[in-house]
């Protein structure tokens, strides 16, 4: 058992600056103006920053960015980069405070034209949140987020259901493993242990238990999330495939 005692969230979550730009979750109103609301961008409310759909802005930017052969692989990528941030801030706070914020998606902002990692802006911290469980990270992440992102993102493009939990999975992933490694170097061997157990059960949820063989933070996953589609992008580290795959129905489809 990893026992954890609870810390109150401070106003600037000031335990996540440490780890880098995936975790660091900024706070306040947005320097540049007004941006979306990830509420607005799920029920796919035109954005008045960008005068249209956040998501569409976002898609295009990475598929120019990867000069990616057809949009939904772009979507693929937008997704995983997201998921890669909401889960690395939440999981971060559960493991440094072992409380998690209201992420409530009418409180984050996202810069759909931002460089990555994504840029997210929680506009208020509302102490002291939940006690830091798999289950919260579920409600939170899982349920908040993901699930209307995907429904959102299938909506506009042709992305299998397994192929996006998939990314979740992965995601949760390479966030656990990120942290797991910080907190090691730096002697924070109960952060290491927290981060690992909240990993194990979460991969237990119905939405995530299928995707993939996760042992330690190492993770292999089931699907593919398409980005060795991008010109001279070859497969993730914790892909389906060992090499490229050659064109095939679900090879194309990104996996079940």
């Known amino acids: 058992m990893v026992l954890l005692l609870l ?16 975790f660091l979750l900024r706070t306040g109103a947005p320097p540049r103006g007004p941006l979306p609301t990830l509420a607005q961008v799920y029920a796919g409310q035109a954005s008045e920053a960008y005068g249209g759909d956040a998501l569409d802005v976002r898609v ?18 937008a997704h995983l980069g997201l998921a890669a941030r909401l889960w690395s801030a939440a999981l971060g706070c559960a ?34 949140g939940r006690d830091g ?7 939170t992440v899982l349920h908040g987020h993901l699930v209307p992102l995907a429904d959102a993102l299938r909506a506009r493009h042709r992305l299998a259901p397994g192929l996006l939990r998939g990314n979740a999975a992965s995601a ?23 981060a690992r157990a909240l990993a194990a059960g979460l991969f237990a949820h119905p939405l995530l238990a299928d995707t993939g063989t996760l042992t330690g933070t190492a993770f292999r996953r089931r699907s593919c999330c398409l980005y060795y ?28």
């Open 133 to 139: 469980d798999a289950r919260a990270l579920a409600d």
């Open 7 to 22: 810390v109150d969230l401070d106003p600037g979550l000031a335990a996540l600056r440490p780890l880098g730009g995936f």
């Open 172 to 194: 949760l992933a390479g966030a656990a493993r990120t942290l797991d490694t910080w907190a090691r170097e730096h002697g924070r061997t109960d952060v290491a242990a927290r």
């Open 60 to 77: 295009r930017k990475v598929t120019h960015a990867l000069r990616a052969p057809e949009p939904r692989i772009a979507a693929s990528v």
């Open 229 to 256: 589609r991008v010109p001279g992008g070859g497969v993730c580290g914790d892909c389906c495939f060992t090499r490229p795959p050659r064109s095939s129905p679900r090879a194309a489809s990104g996996g079940p």
């Open 95 to 128: 493991a440094l405070y072992g409380r998690v914020p209201d992420l409530d998606p009418g409180l984050l902002r996202w810069d759909p034209d931002g460089g990555a990692p994504d840029d997210l802006w929680l506009t208020e911290v509302r102490p002291p």
